[in-house]
């Protein structure tokens, strides 16, 4: 009698286990434009990689997230809108938003002895991708520097070289990714680089968007919450391929 009551009550853990599963709810909603889908890993040497994945245009943040994590990337979670909030006022300015770690509202790329930090994004991605025009709005920002290096240029030693690729990655759920480690204080970034999917980008707008989204993650920008931002969480129609005077504004107060 005690092992079927064992055995009942196991079954009804597992039944409402599977009742707050499917309860989850995977439909579309407001919050989810906000989303921020990644992975974070902490590394053998203690530094940290975290992984940030752009939504496919018809592709919920949740339908993205369980993509991720059936395709093998570790630790995928959702964070909304409202996580983001509770950061810290600081850690946002108008609609814009600074990408946190666990210990700082902003992580920094070291000056590397330079008046200002240089990023070159090494731009490895087909021609139909418009990286440097992309680079060239976010380098109006005049405390970082964001340059476009052909291959065959190749990165200066002043410079953080930012790789970034294009290929037809086939129906990941994701248009872009960006990954950034952290040392271990999770203060500075050491290495970062960029993954364009043309699987899920068919028309210039939608590239140039999403190029011009992920160099924001790359400089240190999380989601925007207004659609007049190229850092708006997922990529909807009639958004900017432009960061706004917010986002450029909250980089201008870290560098
Ligand atoms: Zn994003």
């Known amino acids: 009698m005690k092992t079927r009551n064992r055995t009942f009550i196991a079954a009804a853990i597992a039944v409402l286990a599977g009742t707050i599963g499917i309860a989850t709810p995977a439909h579309a909603d407001e919050t989810e434009a ?11 040497d203690g530094t940290v990689t975290k992984r940030i994945f752009t939504p496919a245009p018809d592709v919920t943040p949740t339908e993205l997230a ?16 409202g996580d983001i909030s509770a950061q810290a006022a600081a850690c946002s300015l108008g609609t814009a938003r600074t990408w946190p770690t666990s210990t700082t509202c902003f992580w920094r790329w070291a000056y590397k002895g330079q008046p200002r930090p240089i990023l070159h994004f090494l731009d490895r991605t087909s021609a139909a991708w418009p990286v440097g025009r992309a680079a060239t709005e976010w380098n109006t920002v005049s405390g970082i520097d964001s340059i476009r290096r052909t291959p065959s240029a190749g990165c200066l030693s002043s410079a953080h070289c930012i790789d970034m690729v294009s ?4 129906n990941t759920g994701w248009v872009g ?5 952290w040392n271990a204080a999770e203060t500075y970034a050491t290495s970062a680089a960029i993954y364009l999917n043309d699987y899920h ?12 989204h992920e160099m924001g993650h790359a400089l240190g920008l999380d989601h925007n919450t207004s659609t007049g ?18 986002d450029k504004a909250l980089l201008e107060r870290y560098y």
């Open 229 to 246: 931002s190229c850092m708006y969480g997922k990529l909807v129609a009639g958004m900017s391929k432009y960061p706004n005077a917010n």
């Open 34 to 44: 906000f989303a921020e889908v990644s992975s974070v890993t902490v590394n053998a």
């Open 66 to 81: 369980r993509m991720l994590t059936e395709s093998g990337v570790p630790n995928v979670v959702v964070h909304t809108e």
């Open 177 to 181: 990714e960006t990954w950034v480690r």
């Open 167 to 170: 290929a037809n990655y086939g």
């Open 201 to 212: 980008a068919n028309t210039e707008t939608e590239k140039w968007t999403a190029a011009c």
